[in-house]
Nanobody, 115 residues
Framework: QVQVVESGGGLVQPGGSLRLSCVVS????????MRWYRQSPGKQRELVAT???????DYDYSVKGRFTISRDNAKNTVYLQMNSLKPEDTAVYYC?????????WGQGTQVTVSS
């Protein structure tokens, strides 16, 4: 079975940085389109960043210039480097792996940006 496990969340002050990691097992990682989503209380889940199988990146306007998505196929891992964090970035961040068969979701990792 495919497993998706996020880590790296925590509490950070405004302007600080965090790096989230997502490890995918049970699939051919290099064939997966990888995406980061986030969801805040009372809001719908939103797409934050995408990286394709060849490394093309796309970001939501709200994080463009502050967040960087990357992947290391040798480690079956995708990262989300988050800089210049704002309180409105507070959310549960979810990793999503997409291939031709299905979408696979992680359990989420909490990011809280607060003074």
């Amino acid at each position: 079975q495919v497993q998706v496990v996020e880590s790296g969340g925590g509490l950070v002050q405004p302007g600080g940085s965090l790096r989230l990691s997502c490890v995918v097992s049970g699939s051919i990682f290099s064939s997966n389109l990888m995406r980061w989503y986030r969801q805040s209380p009372g809001k719908q889940r939103e797409l934050v960043a995408t990286i394709t199988t060849i490394g093309t990146r796309d970001y939501d306007y709200s994080v463009k210039g502050r967040f960087t998505i990357s992947r290391d196929n040798a480690k079956n891992t995708v990262y989300l480097q988050m800089n210049s964090l704002k309180p409105e970035d507070t959310a549960v961040y979810y990793c999503n792996a997409h291939n031709y068969l299905s979408d696979y979701w992680g359990q989420g990792t909490q990011v809280t940006v607060s003074s």
